[in-house]
């Protein structure tokens, strides 16, 4: 652990050497902290079960336990265990949000599939709020239109059984830490110009 603290409180005021000394810092930390951030963002989605038979921590269990005993690759797993994870600080947009924190770390199939899988799960109930089931429609073209009517059919929608023998948190441990090592897909703090 670098003792190295900066003498500025303005980022303008920094050097190259300090940055040499911060990026990697950062870059630890942020890694070795990732997979524990992530299970305790899970954990905010038990309790309330807001009108449902279960809460929404035992419905993500649920997704990933169907995909993993469906023989799902452990992208799509990990998908379905966090696909709702942004419902506790990102409500209006938690697709978007799942999707953009998986997918340094996940294949386009499944990041395309998280980032739609709530306008494809409004097919079982927009239409019961006066709107549109067949939005997911002007998604048709898409080469992952298909993946993402099987996730909300199979990993989602059918998800809130209060007698499903779900795997454990604990279970989804290292298919957690062997994603979230993966090298990052996106381009990270400093990219080289
Ligand atoms: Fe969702
Ligand atoms: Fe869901």
Redesign the pocket.
Known sequence: MSTHTVTWISMADGSQADYEVLTPLFEEHARSALVDNLVSMLAMLRGPLLGYQIDRYDHSLQSATRAHRNGERIDLVIGALL??VA?AFAPEN??DAAAALLAPYVDDETHWVIKH??IF?GYYYFHHLGGDRHARDRYADSPYFDACVQFCAEY?QNCFDPNYDSMTLDNFRPMLDEVFARPSRVPGIAPLA
């Open positions: 696909h709702d419902d938690h697709s899988h709530g799960q989602d």
